[in-house]
């Protein structure tokens, strides 16, 4: 099932690699330009700032690469989809949510030691699973975490897959080019390209748990 989606992740890319550079090089070129002046400013809160800013850009190209997969080009303007609405809101709420909660638990770690570990596991567990909220939240379904866990239900090994071992294996294609030590701009602008990956990932995920199966055919019940 997990090489099904990939394959399916990896061919839609290709077929589509056009559309996806449009609908994202906007809030890619700006999150770069952010790095670069936060390098020159060296200024802690700016970094927290631009931090801030690229995880709400991550999340504008989240939402137009699950559209995109999921219902089609015509589901986000020509340039992408980059009003802050209801859907950008609650998506980015929920990308907070998670991402605080596994920062709590690396707080906690001077407090509790081998014990965060143990909860950081447990807690990247529960994500996998909760993550297949985004795709859900991005096609406009008012919709939460409990929905992701419901839907995930005897499906944490596949989750596991998509979220954690598919962006791993992705990621394997910038240790080359760090090794060449490119310009900051450029290894960025790959990472991107790894993360709309996960990104379509997650979406043919989505589509596999919630495809309907198909009707019996009255022949094959007897």
Not at 12 to 38: D, E, G, S
């Amino acid at each position: 099932m997990f090489g099904d989606t990939l394959s399916a992740a990896l061919r839609f890319t290709v077929r589509h690699k056009l559309v996806l550079l449009r609908i994202t090089i906007i809030p890619i070129l700006l999150a770069i330009l952010l790095q670069l002046v936060a390098m020159e400013l060296q200024s802690e809160l700016f970094n927290w700032t631009v931090m801030f800013i690229e995880a709400l850009l991550s999340s504008i190209i989240a939402i137009n690469v699950h559209r995109i997969v999921l219902k089609g080009e015509d589901s986000v303007p020509h340039w992408g989809r980059f009003t802050i609405g209801k859907i950008e809101l609650w998506f980015f709420a929920h990308y907070l949510s998670l991402w605080f909660g596994v920062y709590a638990i690396f707080l906690l770690t001077p407090l509790i030691g081998f014990v965060a570990g143990v909860l950081a596991i447990v807690a990247g567990i529960i994500s996998c699973r909760l993550c297949i909220v985004f795709p859900a939240i991005a096609l406009g379904k008012g919709v939460s975490f409990p929905y992701a866990w419901q839907l995930t239900a005897q499906k944490t090994l596949y989750m596991l897959c998509v979220v954690a071992i598919a962006p791993f294996i992705f990621g394997l294609f910038l240790v080359p080019i760090a090794l060449l030590s490119p310009l900051p701009a450029l290894f960025t602008f790959f990472s991107y390209v790894v993360t709309i990956l996960a990104v379509i990932t997650l979406s043919f995920a989505y589509q596999n748990l919630t495809e309907a199966p198909e009707p019996v055919a009255p022949d094959a019940e007897k």
